[in-house]
Structures are given as C-alpha cells and as structure tokens.
C-alpha cells in the first residue's frame, strides 16, 4: 500500500447577499490519496459521520467514566491529521469497540458544521461478512482517543479539548455515544465476494 500525497484543504463559503448576516459556514478536509487500482477485491469505498463537535454525547462514551463528552470544535480541527491512515474495527454484536478487529481504513476527514465525517475503504475481501451487516441495520460510529484533556474532571459533562484520535469503530447506531452518526458503504461488493450472513439483532 502506497501512501502518495497529504494535503489539507480549507474552504471558506460565505452566502449570498440575502443571507449576508448569517455566519460563514467553514470546511475543513484532510485526505491521503491512494493510487487508484479499479476492480480492487479488498477495498470497498465507505463514508460516515464519525461524531459531532461543541454537541454533547447522547450516552457516556468508552472510557468516560459514565460521563457524557462535548468534543470541542478547535480540539477536533487540530486532532484532524491524527485520523488518517488509523483503522476502522468492529465488535461481534456491533455493540461496541475491538480495536483489534481492523476491518478498514480511514483516508479523509472533514468538518463540515457540526458534523465530522470520514471516508476510506472496508477491507471486503478479508471481512465479506461486514456488507450485508452494515446494510440490515443503521450503521453509527464512535471514535477511539488517546491524550485526551478534559477541561474539568468534575463537570457533569465533560469537555474534551484535545486529543489524538487512534481509530474508530462501526457499530449499531444505538449503541453509539451520538445517535446522529452514520455509516454507510458507498458501492455494492462484487457478488463474488459476498456471503450470506444472519441478520443483526
């Protein structure tokens, strides 16, 4: 695998003249850019809303200590650069995270409003199961941290602003911490790598 270009991209827009009070609304992007191989057995395109930025969690995430968590906007612009290249995993049952089931990687990231969305590949060769899983169910995500700073450690929400993001995981979306997450394959696999599997419960 052959990593060949970094780049970050920033985008201003700003709407027109009937809309000249409103705030601009601000894009943030980072992607690694990989040699296209069309026909690539084990790359299966996906994109997902990974979490949101200056919301609170709908649930205690991971490691939180039973604590609902606001990722502050400026901490996940600067963690940005730390997604690329980290891996995706699953959890049998979908409910959680196993950072040794890499299933995927991710190779963009942006921010757009609130929301943090990802792209990269499944690995579908390695894991044919993933597919038709992800498809019988709403998909969410949830991100995995290291370093994290929390403002206070008393508040009754806790206020993350820094961090280095370390992977994340695909998992129902009602066991995510946000429930406004998503994740979604952007292609059908070929048949030929597919095989039935039993549906989620």
Same mark, same amino acid.
């Given at each position: 695998?052959?990593?060949?270009? =970094? $780049?970050?991209?920033?985008?201003?827009? @700003?709407?027109?003249? #009937?809309?000249?009070?409103?705030?601009?609304?601000?894009?943030?992007?980072? #992607?690694?850019?990989?040699?296209?191989?069309?026909?690539?057995?084990? /790359?299966?395109?996906?994109? &997902?809303?990974?979490?949101?930025?200056?919301?609170?969690?709908?649930?205690?995430?991971?490691?939180?200590?039973?604590?609902?968590?606001?990722?502050?906007?400026?901490?996940?612009? !600067? +963690?940005?650069?730390?997604?690329? &290249?980290?891996?995706?995993?699953? $959890?049998?049952?979908?409910?959680?995270?196993?950072?040794?089931?890499?299933? &995927?990687?991710?190779?963009? *990231?942006?921010?757009?409003? /609130? @929301?943090?969305?990802?792209?990269?590949?499944?690995? +579908?060769?390695?894991?044919?199961?993933?597919? @038709?899983? %992800?498809? #019988? *169910?709403?998909?969410?995500?949830?991100?995995?941290? =290291?370093?994290?700073?929390?403002?206070?450690? /008393? *508040?009754?929400?806790?206020?993350?602003?820094?961090?280095?993001?370390? &992977?994340?995981? %695909?998992?129902?979306?009602?066991?995510? !911490?946000?429930?406004?997450?998503?994740?979604?394959?952007?292609? !059908? +696999?070929?048949?030929?790598?597919?095989?039935?599997?039993?549906?989620?419960?």
């Amino acid at each position: 695998m052959t990593e060949r270009t =970094a $780049k970050a991209v920033r985008k201003h827009r @700003q709407t027109g003249s #009937a809309t000249r009070s409103a705030p601009p609304l601000e894009l943030r992007a980072m #992607a690694v850019e990989f040699p296209l191989v069309h026909g690539h057995p084990n /790359r299966l395109p996906f994109e &997902g809303v990974l979490t949101l930025v200056d919301v609170a969690s709908d649930r205690a995430p991971n490691g939180a200590r039973g604590h609902r968590v606001v990722l502050t906007r400026s901490a996940a612009e !600067a +963690a940005l650069p730390s997604l690329l &290249g980290m891996a995706v995993d699953y $959890k049998a049952g979908w409910d959680g995270h196993d950072a040794r089931q890499k299933c &995927g990687i991710i190779t963009s *990231a942006e921010l757009d409003g /609130r @929301q943090l969305r990802v792209g990269g590949y499944l690995f +579908a060769r390695d894991f044919p199961e993933m597919e @038709q899983t %992800i498809q #019988a *169910a709403p998909m969410g995500m949830s991100y995995e941290l =290291a370093d994290a700073h929390v403002a206070d450690m /008393r *508040a009754s929400v806790w206020t993350l602003t820094r961090a280095t993001f370390t &992977g994340a995981a %695909i998992l129902l979306r009602d066991k995510a !911490a946000y429930r406004s997450t998503s994740f979604r394959v952007k292609q !059908a +696999a070929p048949r030929s790598r597919r095989v039935p599997v039993a549906a989620v419960h």
